[in-house]
Structure formats: C-alpha cells, structure tokens
C-alpha cells in the first residue's frame, strides 16, 4: 500500500497528492509500524508504543497530505522513519550491548569446551 502511494506520489512531484495517494502513502507508512509493533509485542510481549504513535500521527497527516506537494509528503515520511529507527538504535543500545556480550560469552564457552567452530580458518 505504501508502494502505490510512493508512485503516486513520484508521478506528480509537483503537485499536491490526490487523496487516494494520501491514504496509500501514509495509511502503508502506519499500516507498516503497526506491523512492527505487532511484530514486537508478539517476540517480546511489550508493545512499541513509539511505532503506535508515529502510526496514528502518519494517519491523521492524512488529512493535511493533500496540501504540500507530493515531494514534501514523502520527504516527510521519509523523515519521520529515520528519525524512528534512530530512536530505537539511541534507546534500545544498550539492550542491544547486553545480548550481544552475552552471546559473545557464549561462544568463547562453547569454543573452550573443544567445540569445533565450523566459521574458523584454524
């Protein structure tokens, strides 16, 4: 759906988006994150509540997509995306360290244990 309101949108840069591609473009965009934070709440059990709300945003700037030019809506979008996963890399960081140290732990156990590393050239 996202796909279909991006070449909605790339047809007519310079002009305002019809309301059909409003909706693709930013009801795919918040169909996406409410993906992802389904995704999230099933794996994890906690619900992203940042994705939540960056998917209701996308879907009330609905309204005023119309508006700018097509190229500024998905510009936008555009934006906002990236500005979410530099959140997620900034606030979950540190989570991220913790696992990968203790599957780095892990392997240097299972290496001395005299496990054969398949990835090795030793």
Known sequence: LGALGLKKAIAHVDQPLEPFGAVALLGGFALYLIGLAAF???????????????????????LVATRPDALVAVLLVALAAVLLVLY????????RLRVRRRAHMLSDDASSDGAVDVGSEN
């Open 40 to 62: 999230g709440w099933r794996a994890t059990g906690r619900i992203a509540w940042d994705s939540v709300a960056l998917a209701v945003a996308s879907l009330l700037g609905i």
């Open 88 to 95: 997620k890399a900034v606030h979950f960081s540190a989570g």
